[in-house]
């Protein structure tokens, strides 16, 4: 445990440069958890299952949100998971690459890698709900300012949320730098408000005693499990300051969380409680509709509002963009097709923007907005994504300790049982949320895991026909030396295995009877590790005079631009002029096999995603003008 806890101890950044970084986390990764003081303590007690308003339930909920930020966000995630990167980044695909590379060969390794599969399948269902919620709960605000504008409230989130798609192509490189400003503002207003009503009831800091929360339980039970439904609220988005992690790096997050954020987060809620505490009952009963806007005094409420509104406008924007990260991550993983993939920035590879994508979640979010009309009806559907993801990133963490970090069971047990009992409570309170709108994340996510699992299966099983009826390079290279004509220049054939000669490469050969004066037979790999050094790039191995097999290899954040690669090689027979080289591609078209892999509807399934998935001309950024397409037919 110590090794691990001490890796990376070495590389410390300087003081000043972590504060910046933190600065700039602040601004972009802690937007979703920080934005959770607009609904989640109001949802415990005016959502789907109400709690008495007294100070036995208002002491013992702030006490919940209190300790489940503690053992979640700051022990599980911020404490224990950050240690688990994969060459500096987080998330659960790297967390799952990490694994992988120590057990892919046992024969619970499948379980590891669909586990992980399946996170990020809730994952997309989270990413759909989170910028409708946050903004919508935002912008209810302005009722607290005046009554009358609750019918402007849907138009309103839409105005927001709609551009906010529309722009994601241009990046957000020009305004991500007002976003760490903003966040700094809103972060300091909200724990400026909580310690003002701290001060004006003081008592409420007692609920900092655990006790208060099993007092709680134990004069409640149903209705103190089912009030764990909406505290989860509080710490949601925790997964995305572990995803985040390579951007920023462990110890810039770790200062930006225990140094500002959680004091600000945690003050709030405290103050929120006190506020409630300090009013009559008639009063309270008002001011829990909205505490977070009703902190603010009138004359500071409409700005609280525009504030609270750009803040949720940030935790969207992140989200969206780890939207792209993830399916760019499940993209190089093999477990999505081939899309479109552009990058906004020519300075950070990280920027990326997929048109698919974007598209997909405004429609979800657009939809969203307009079948569940405000923010409690969608804080019923959101959670259970989020608690599906913890525990699943904790059956992954009770892996690490024993295959990766080795730990002794005597240590495993105690630790991994108590995330087990949080996750699992917080999981299972969730599930009473099905029938209010819990289901919706629920259908996202079995939709995606479907549709990941049949991509990587449907894959794996073409590459194993390929190599069934692959010609050896060897026997090629003397039956073509003799039966086909030397021409100029230079002819790559993209090859999906590093065996056999790929298909177009023999359709070349059989109707136009030439061969290029240098071939090269290119297999692009893609290692379980975030990025491969330039070094290690490619590996060149001739075959015969003027015939190569190389290999590229790039890791699942790398961005995998052949030409430039290419460009780096003078060992293949000189340097490589594109203007004199033509691509040549294999383009397969599934028919119907007598020994079906998959059942005929994930057949049918897998061919209509291979038909509609971008050509690889897109994804290796080959020139349009230099390709070349052949087709064969692939049973499977």
């Given amino acids: 445990m110590s090794q691990a806890f001490a890796e990376g101890a070495a590389g410390e950044k300087p003081v000043s440069a972590k504060v910046k970084l933190a600065v700039g986390a602040i601004g972009i990764v802690f937007g979703d958890i920080g934005t959770s003081p607009i609904y989640a303590f109001r949802e415990t007690f005016v959502g789907h299952h109400p709690l008495t308003l007294d100070t036995l339930h208002i002491m013992g909920v702030v006490s919940l949100i209190f300790w489940a930020i503690t053992i979640i966000v700051s022990l599980q995630y911020v404490a224990i998971l950050m240690h688990a990167d994969n060459k500096g980044q987080g998330g659960t695909l790297a967390l799952v690459a990490l694994i992988s590379q120590k057990i892919s060969g046992t024969n619970r390794g499948w379980i590891a890698i669909m586990l992980g599969v399946f996170a990020t399948a809730l994952f997309y269902g989270d990413s759909m709900i989170t910028p409708a919620v946050s903004v919508l709960s935002a912008v209810e605000g302005l009722t607290t300012v005046e009554a009358r504008l609750a019918p402007f409230v849907i138009p309103i989130a839409l105005a927001l949320l709609i551009p906010l798609f529309l722009l994601q192509k241009r990046g957000t490189a020009s305004i991500g730098k007002l976003f760490a400003p903003i966040m700094l503002v809103y972060f300091s207003t909200v724990g400026v408000l909580g310690i003002i009503h701290i001060a004006d009831y003081p008592g409420v800091l007692a609920a900092l005693n655990p006790w208060y929360a099993v007092q709680f339980f134990m004069t409640d039970k149903l209705l103190g499990f089912l009030a764990l439904g909406s505290v989860v609220l509080a710490v949601t988005g925790a997964e995305a300051l572990y995803t985040d992690m390579g951007h920023f790096g462990r110890g810039p997050l770790r200062m930006g969380w225990f140094g500002f954020v959680m004091p600000c987060l945690v003050l709030n809620y405290f103050g929120q409680a006190a506020m409630i505490l300090s009013l009559e009952a008639s009063a309270a009963a008002d001011a829990v509709q909205n505490p977070f806007f009703l902190m603010a005094s009138e004359t500071f409420r409409l700005p609280l509002v525009l504030l609270a509104t750009a803040a949720t406008v940030i935790a969207s924007q992140a989200v969206i963009s780890g939207a792209f990260s993830v399916t760019q991550q499940a993209i190089q993983l093999g477990f999505v097709p081939r899309l479109s993939i552009l990058h906004t920035s020519e300075t950070e590879h990280g920027q990326v923007y997929i048109p698919f994508v974007n598209w997909v979640l405004m429609i979800a979010v657009i939809l969203l907005v307009l079948t569940f009309r405000n923010s409690s009806n969608l804080a019923a559907a959101y959670g259970i994504a989020v608690t599906g993801a913890m525990l699943i990133d904790t059956c992954l963490m009770a892996v690490l300790f024993m295959m990766v970090w080795r730990w002794k069971l005597w240590m495993t047990i105690p630790v991994v049982a108590v995330f087990f009992f949080v996750d699992g409570s917080f999981f299972g309170a969730n599930l009473y949320k099905v029938p209010d709108g819990g289901w919706f994340p629920l259908v996202v996510g079995a939709v995606a895991f479907t549709l990941l699992t049949t991509w990587a299966r449907g894959r794996r099983l073409m590459r194993e026909r390929m190599s069934e009826v ?56 893609i290692a379980d590790v975030p990025y491969v050094d330039q070094a290690d790039r490619y590996e060149i191995h001739a075959v015969s005079d003027g015939l190569f097999r190389v290999k590229l290899h790039y890791g699942f954040m790398d961005e995998t631009d052949v030409p430039a690669a290419l460009a780096m090689m003078d060992e293949c027979g000189g340097m490589f002029d594109m203007m004199h080289t033509s691509f040549f591609l294999s383009r397969q078209t599934l028919i119907t096999s007598k020994r079906p892999g998959m059942a005929k509807w994930r057949e049918k399934l897998f061919s209509w995603m291979l038909r509609n998935s ?8 080959l020139p349009t003008n230099r390709v070349v397409e052949l087709g064969s037919q692939l049973e499977i």
Wanted: glycine share 4%; hydrophobic share 50%; charged share 15%.
């Fill in 470 to 525: 692959a010609l050896p390079i060897a026997i090629f290279a003397k039956s073509a030396k003799n039966s086909a004509t030397r021409v100029p220049g230079t002819a790559i054939f993209m090859a999906s295995t590093a065996n056999g000669v790929p298909s177009a490469l023999l359709h070349n050969i059989k109707h136009n009877k030439v061969l290029h004066e240098r071939v090269v037979i290119l297999t692009v790999e």
């Fill in 614 to 621: 971008a050509t690889a001309m897109e994804f290796f950024r």
